[in-house]
């Protein structure tokens, strides 16, 4: 399976913007990219996915990069809820769900 | 709320006893997902069920084994337990396409 690469953890302040990036340079034309979340003492929820356009649902924004080497997840106003550790995904088709690390995102009032 | 339901929430039992985890999926999904967290090998893919036939299997011990029934709810049988299968054990379900998957809110298993 393709490989991601995300820092180990990011903070931000409450109601700023937050830029979580994924580096996935190994990318195949079939990868879907998806993105998923884990709140503390929850099981993960799925937060977005996009295969080459950028996506925008009521959680946030999927940019991809042109040439799909690397993407970013956009909380446009985080909230101290969104406080969480943030998975990056490359799935291909009907292909099961390889969580990485992910990035621990800490977020300050 | 995912829709996904997963009992029991705690689960404390002993070295070499047998344990079985069950999970509802959101209703009319067909696939089920197991999952294994823990402190040293983080979230871990076990086992896919797809309208009650195995369809893909991760890193599953042959201690465990899990089974899908005709309403679709999943077990997941774990034996001769050790003090390292102590984890949070995660159930998952998406529809026909796969394109997402919802979590439950897992179940807690401590082996002492």
């Given amino acids: 399976d393709a490989k991601t690469t995300q820092p180990n953890s990011m903070e931000s302040n409450e109601e700023e913007p937050v830029h979580l990036p994924c580096n996935h340079s190994t990318i195949s034309g079939t990868d879907y990219i998806h993105w998923y979340r884990q709140l503390p003492s929850q099981g993960p929820e799925y937060v977005i996915h996009g295969l080459t356009s950028n996506v925008n649902n009521r959680m946030a924004s999927l940019a991809i990069a042109e040439d799909r080497k690397s993407s970013t997840l956009i909380l446009h106003r985080a909230t101290l809820r969104d406080a969480a550790v943030y998975y990056c995904i490359l799935r291909s088709g009907y292909s099961t769900l390889t969580f990485g690390k992910g990035t621990m995102l800490l977020v300050s009032p | 709320d995912s829709g996904v339901t997963q009992t029991p929430k705690h689960l404390i039992t002993a070295t070499g006893q047998r344990v079985t985890l069950r999970c509802s999926p959101r209703s009319g999904d067909l696939s089920v997902y197991w ?68 979590f439950g809110p897992g179940t807690r298993l401590t082996v002492t």
């Fill in chain 2, 35 to 102: 999952y294994q967290q823990s402190l040293d090998q983080g979230l871990q893919f076990l086992i896919q069920y797809y309208n009650g036939e195995e369809r893909a299997k991760g890193n599953i011990l042959e201690r465990f084994s899990a089974q899908q029934f005709p309403d679709l709810h999943s077990e997941l049988n774990l034996s001769s337990l050790e003090l390292g299968d102590s984890a949070l054990y995660f159930c998952a379900s998406s529809d026909v396409t796969d394109s997402e998957q919802y």
